[in-house]
């Protein structure tokens, strides 16, 4: 399993591996939301949580389909499927490889990126804390959608289509975590709810993922 | 003792039967070449001993663990060199050495070279030195020597014989003549589905939809 996550990280960070591709759709977007509905504060700081949220979410999506992909073109998925990993082991770690080199990356970058956006100083701990608990939930429901689609041609729009709505209630509460730090209203309800969906999709997805998968490699 | 055994066995391709009643037995030492037709089910037949897809009906005994596939794509990753793409592959089956496997396919002189920048038949010897590296005694092989030059099938024959030597056995789709004498010969031609009713002899699964 160390092996398969030291090849992937590997892979992200060679030539052509995408990585940082994310990051920079991330700070495109929070760069060019202040142009967008002008630089007055209060109005950038009211909609902050949000555009950082949706930003993250949207940068998240946009290195799914690469997730299996890839190795089912090259003929590794067929090889992983009868090597002695078990597979559903195999997901779990090619999400934690997707959240290591897009997930992480945008927890550590959103406080600067706040600051662009007028984020009240209060929201900050609380911004990384959500991304931090709500990124590894979008990694892992991407793999699900990846692993449906695996085997078509141009899957990312199908894949962006299926995952949207899972992706839904990680939005609401993360943004909602974010939106509560801001005016200064206790955000532990939004936080556990957004632990909670994060927990249980880390339990329950790498058996559904792999069961696609099987499916696929048929 | 045999390695592996399959009794009435019956695969689908496409949701369609394509070999039905296939009994053969493959021991340690032995080795054999399935021929057909394009079209015959060898891939098919091969994917479904792996474990890839389901046999429609029958059985298939082997001990667990004990099969190393090779298909049409060799499963190489272009951008980490030929000791990178062999050793992730020793990693995830325990890790062996990958010296004797590099000086197999006399890839050593290549070990540093990434995979992008190999030819069609060095990626090919490539994904064929995977197989010493999964330590597994039943290799199935799926068209080995596309694109191999004379002296590397030779190579490759000799590694499959020094792998039969040491109790493995090997299940071969191939087209071309590999030098292996003491390899018996399976044609799926006799096997071939019978056209008929589909609702007598569904082909599986999706057939539930159909």
Redesign the interface.
């Known amino acids: 399993m160390?092996?398969?996550l030291l090849?992937d990280l590997?892979?992200a960070v060679?030539?052509?591996?995408g990585f940082g591709l994310s990051l920079v759709f991330f700070l495109i977007l929070c760069t060019l939301v202040p142009f967008g509905v002008g630089a007055e504060g209060g109005q950038l700081s009211r909609i902050a949580p949000g555009i950082l949220w949706v930003g993250a979410l949207l940068a998240c999506l946009l290195s799914l389909d690469r997730i299996f992909a890839l190795d089912h073109?090259?003929?590794?998925l067929?090889?992983?499927?009868?090597?002695?990993?078990p597979l559903e082991g195999a997901v779990a770690i090619k999400a934690l490889a997707h959240w290591l080199t897009t997930g992480l990356p945008l927890v550590v970058f959103a406080p600067l990126l706040g600051v662009l956006l007028h984020l009240p100083t209060a929201a900050y701990p609380l911004l990384v804390l959500s991304l931090a608990l709500g990124t590894p939930a979008l990694s892992m429901l991407g793999a699900f959608g990846a692993a449906i689609t695996v085997g078509l041609r141009r899957g990312g729009l199908l894949l962006s289509l299926l995952v949207l709505p899972l992706y839904v209630p990680t939005l609401i509460f993360g943004a909602e975590v974010v939106r509560r730090g801001a005016v200064g209203a206790d955000p532990t309800t939004p936080l556990v709810f957004l632990a909670g969906i994060t927990l249980a999709t880390l339990a329950l997805v790498p058996f559904a993922a792999a069961a696609a998968l099987r499916v696929n490699?048929? | 003792m045999s390695l592996i055994s399959v009794r009435g066995l019956a695969v689908a391709r496409g949701g369609l039967r394509v070999i039905e009643g296939l009994d053969f037995e493959l021991g340690a030492g032995q080795a054999i070449v399935l021929r057909g037709p394009n079209g015959a089910g060898k891939t098919t037949l091969l994917r479904c001993l792996a474990g890839l897809q389901p046999a429609v009906t029958g059985q298939i005994e082997c001990p667990p663990d004990s099969i190393a596939y090779a298909g049409h794509a060799d499963g190489l990753k272009p951008a980490l060199t030929v000791t990178e793409n062999l050793e992730f592959w020793s990693a995830v089956f325990g890790g062996p050495d990958i010296a004797p496997a590099l000086a197999a396919m006399n890839l050593t002189d290549l070990a540093a070279r990434p995979a992008h920048a190999l030819s069609a038949g060095q990626k090919r010897r490539l994904g064929l030195a995977r197989l010493m590296v999964t330590g597994r005694p039943v290799w199935l092989l799926d068209e080995p020597t596309v694109s191999l030059d004379q002296g590397s099938v030779a190579l490759f024959a000799t590694m499959l014989r020094d792998h039969l030597a040491q109790g493995g056995a090997a299940l071969i789709a191939t087209h071309i003549d590999l030098g292996l004498p003491e390899a018996q010969v399976l044609d799926l031609a006799p096997y071939r589905a019978r056209p008929g009713l589909r609702q007598d002899r569904p082909a599986g699964f999706n057939e539930a939809f159909a």
């Open positions: 160390k092996a398969l090849r590997r892979l060679r030539a052509g591996g073109e090259d003929g590794s067929d090889l992983l499927a009868t090597a002695p990993l490699l048929r």
